[in-house]
T-cell receptor, first 111, second 113 residues
């Protein structure tokens, strides 16, 4: 079945460490997105990519980095520069003029 | 700038009763509008979407929404709520092309027996 796979589902990080969240899709979608979800704040866009080897900052990109080397993959790195990284992270993909399809999410906790 | 307001943080509805979740948006052109549902610890599932045409949109699980341009609203409705509908509901607005959606803060639905 086609879909979006995020891993790991749960991740713990110590202060000062970088961590990378994986997102893979087999829907053949051109665009991929990363959102951050915090209680009471809805979803906020971190980065998005409309094509391989190209990506743009969203509303809260500081402290995060991404790459898009393959159409199927859009990993997100949470760097030590992100001051408050504990959150639920959601990856999504879409075609043009289409809705977003979401993965199951990754919960990052800073110890 | 685009924005979405969901004025109700929590709503409690009795099982079998009707439901309406409110969504107001701010957008300069004709918006693309979406309703998503999220169960705890899960991703978001699309309930329905409005791009153009008939302003009353039918979705999955018996949900419907009506686009009212004059009121900048896209309220979600269901005639009879089931206990399994308890979840968080998000309204979102986008544009043509690739959807950099702007989400509301969500409404948590509780269903009482």
């Amino acid at each position: 079945d086609g879909g979006i796979t995020q891993s790991p589902k749960y991740l713990f990080r110590k202060e000062g460490q970088n961590v990378t969240l994986s997102c893979e899709q087999n829907l053949n979608h051109d665009a991929m997105y990363w959102y951050r979800q915090d209680p009471g704040q809805g979803l906020r866009l971190i980065y998005y990519s409309q094509i391989v080897n190209d990506f743009q900052k969203g509303d809260i990109a500081e402290g995060y980095s991404v790459s898009r080397e393959k159409k199927e993959s859009f990993p997100l790195t949470v760097t030590s520069a992100q001051k408050n990284p504990t959150a639920f992270y959601l990856c999504a993909s879409s075609i043009a003029d289409g809705e977003l399809f979401f993965g199951e999410g990754s919960r990052l906790t800073v110890l | 700038a685009q924005s979405v307001t969901q004025p109700d943080i929590h709503i409690t509805v009795s099982e079998g009763a009707s439901l309406e979740l409110r969504c107001n948006y701010s957008y300069g052109a004709t918006p693309y509008l979406f309703w998503y549902v999220q169960s705890p610890g899960q991703g978001l599932q699309l309930l329905l979407k409005y791009f153009s045409g008939d302003t009353l949109v039918q979705g999955i699980k018996g949900f419907e929404a009506e686009f009212k341009r004059s009121q900048s609203s896209f309220n979600l409705r269901k005639p009879s709520v089931h206990w399994s509908d308890a979840a968080e509901y998000f309204c979102a607005v986008g544009n043509t092309g690739f959807q950099k959606l702007v989400f509301g803060t969500g409404t948590r639905l509780l269903v009482s027996p």
